[in-house]
T-cell receptor, first 118, second 110 residues
């Protein structure tokens, strides 16, 4: 159980285009989803926290107009990288927290989306 | 601020137990210890977590010292597929954010 799916797994696109990444909880409802970014040979960095039905909370230094997050349902959150540039190339990973569970329960992660901007 | 300290890398022999240490000397009373691992080019995988008692599941055992200032993740019989970066993370129950450090790169060798 507790499977999180991301789509697409990888994407290559031209500079200036916008890219949408989906994060779905397949067998559970997720009150909260998280978006991380990981550059090569670095650790994961939290970008934003996405709560169903409300605006996302962004970490310091992350541009909310650049990285649009929508969490329209309890099983789906999307991250849109707007007007992507080569410096946005990275590994984007989402995670989800089960709804109505003990607060110490772990997050479950998707397999990530590798984004390459040419 | 880094809440945990882990060795940069470790080599383990296939079939032997792998003991991964983590120091969290500033841990608070309401903070849990979580272990995740990340195999190359994949998302992190949850392994185990605990507050103060030792924990065991199908993947690993977690040994937390009595003063809770350090812990050890034990992979009982390491396989080549256990090669990954292992992250030890401290998190309060009501703070859902995970802060990933550099982790320990574990290489299991045949």
């Amino acid at each position: 159980g507790a499977v999180v799916s991301q789509h697409p797994s990888w994407v290559i696109c031209k500079s200036g285009t916008s890219v949408k990444i989906e994060c779905r909880s397949l067998d559970f409802q997720a009150t909260t989803m998280f978006w991380y970014r990981q550059f090569p040979k670095q650790s994961l960095m939290l970008m934003a926290t996405s709560n169903e039905g409300s605006k996302a909370t962004y970490e310091q230094g992350v541009e909310k107009d650049k990285f649009l997050i929508n969490h329209a349902s309890l099983t789906l959150s999307t991250l849109t990288v707007t007007s992507a540039h080569p410096e946005d190339s990275s590994f984007y990973i989402c995670s989800a927290r089960l709804r109505d569970t003990d607060s110490n329960q772990p997050q479950h992660f998707g397999d990530g989306t590798r984004l390459s901007i040419l | 601020d880094a809440k945990t300290t882990q060795p940069t890398s470790m080599d383990c022999a296939e079939g032997r137990a792998a003991n991964l240490p983590c120091n969290h000397s500033t841990i608070s009373g309401n903070e849990y210890v979580y272990w995740y691992r990340q195999i190359h080019s994949q998302g992190p995988q949850y392994i185990i977590h605990g507050l103060k008692n030792n924990e065991t599941n199908e993947m690993a055992s977690l040994i937390i010292t009595e003063d809770r200032k350090s812990s050890t993740l034990i992979l009982p019989h390491a396989t080549l597929r256990d090669t990954a970066v292992y992250y030890c993370i401290v998190r309060a129950a009501n703070d859902y954010k995970l802060s990933f450090g550099a982790g320990t790169t574990v290489t299991v060798r045949a």
